[in-house]
T-cell receptor
Framework: EAQVTQNPRYLITVTGKKLTVTCSQN?????MSWYRQDPGLGLRQIYY???????DKGDVPEGYKVSRKEKRNFPLILESPSPNQTSLYFC????????????FGPGTRLLVL | AQKVTQAQTEISVVEKEDVTLDCVYE???????LFWYKQPPSGELVFLIR??????QNEISGRYSWNFQKSTSSFNFTITASQVVDSAVYFC?????????FGKGTRLHILP
């Protein structure tokens, strides 16, 4: 089954404690992306990757890191989480760059205390 | 800079009514893509449609239809004979070749 998986689905952490949210897709997609969803703000792109070892900033990259060492994986790293990073995070992938139909993961709900 | 505006924050209609969700975009690119996504109460994001900037044909898929007008930079979404299952948040999105910008979404309530 074609899918994008994210782990964990729910996470409660404390300020400053490094965390990683994993994202994996089994569709051999080139393009992957991370978004955060906040009430009243819609989805905002954090980082995206056009292919392996190619990543770039979206609209809200501050406080986040990503890597793309393999085509299928695109982890999101919060080196020192802060309460303003409390949000719902979605990973997505598509065959090609921004013009492709995106498949979204189920979301990761993060609470930073 | 790219921008997507969904001016309708929340809409409520009675079942079987038609409803149109508005989407207005801004971009300087000549090649771009427009999307609609649905987020039902369960929270997942579901792709509905993609349009590229060179294809202004309107599209109909069952009760759903989309009206793309470059002259007004709009990509509106109409649900005909709405059903309770259409209740969701709907997002319009714009992309050039790499970045993707979403609107803030329109929450649609279909009342039985």
């Amino acid at each position: 089954e074609a899918q994008v998986t994210q782990n964990p689905r729910y996470l409660i952490t404390v300020t400053g404690k490094k965390l990683t949210v994993t994202c994996s897709q089994n569709m051999n997609h080139e393009y992957m992306s991370w978004y955060r969803q906040d009430p009243g703000l819609g989805l905002r792109q954090i980082y995206y990757s056009m292919n392996v070892e190619v990543t770039d900033k979206g609209d809200v990259p501050e406080g986040y890191k990503v890597s793309r060492k393999e085509k299928r994986n695109f982890p999101l790293i919060l080196e020192s989480p802060s309460p303003n990073q409390t949000s719902l995070y979605f990973c997505a992938s598509s065959w090609t760059s921004g013009g492709g139909d995106q498949y979204f993961g189920p979301g990761t709900r993060l609470l930073v205390l | 800079a790219q921008k997507v505006t969904q001016a309708q924050t929340e809409i409520s209609v009675v079942e079987k009514e038609d409803v149109t969700l508005d989407c207005v975009y801004e971009t300087r690119d000549t090649t771009y893509y427009l999307f609609w996504y649905k987020q039902p109460p369960s929270g997942e994001l579901v792709f509905l449609i993609r349009r590229n900037s060179f294809d202004e044909q309107n599209e109909i898929s069952g009760r759903y239809s989309w009206n793309f007008q470059k002259s007004t930079s709009s990509f509106n979404f109409t649900i005909t004979a709405s059903q309770v299952v259409d209740s969701a948040v709907y997002f319009c999105a714009l992309s050039d070749r790499d970045k993707i910008i979403f609107g803030k979404g329109t929450r649609l309530h279909i009342l039985p």
